[in-house]
């Protein structure tokens, strides 16, 4: 059992850079691939980022790829994801979640456990 928790989001201008933060607790965190949700106002929730669990592999939505960075520390037992460049589109409920198979990192139902959430606005 994994235990996940965002932290980082806040309110950013348009243009500004945000980082985001997701805790593992529980587990074995450096043998799960993580992935960045994010869930728009009155939209489904979308992929974002994902990264497997040596950090060698990454994978970005084309909305967000050349802006944002996906990366872990797997002695923190932390995942981050780097906002730059953000946009007013980027405005989320963001979640971090945990796989533990390298499979079709994109699909929500890939993944075994999540967090709660954190709240990011950007203002233009």
């Known amino acids: 059992q994994v235990q996940l928790v965002e932290s980082g989001g806040g309110l950013v201008q348009a243009g500004g850079s945000l980082r985001l933060s997701c805790a593992a607790s529980?587990?074995?965190?450096?043998?799960?691939?993580m992935g960045w949700f994010r869930q728009p106002p009155g939209n489904k929730r979308e992929f974002v980022a994902a990264i497997n669990w040596r950090g060698e592999g990454t994978d970005y939505a084309d909305s967000v790829k050349g802006r944002f960075t996906i990366s872990r520390d797997n002695a923190k037992k932390s995942m981050y994801l780097q906002m730059n460049s953000a946009k007013p589109e980027d405005t989320a409920v963001y979640y971090c979640?945990?796989?533990?198979?390298?499979?079709?990192?994109?699909?929500?139902?890939?993944?075994?456990?999540w967090g709660q959430g954190t709240q990011v606005t950007v203002s233009s």
């Open positions: 979640a945990a796989s533990r198979y390298y499979l079709m990192l994109r699909s929500e139902s890939s993944y075994d456990y």
């Open positions: 529980g587990g074995t965190f450096s043998s799960y691939h």
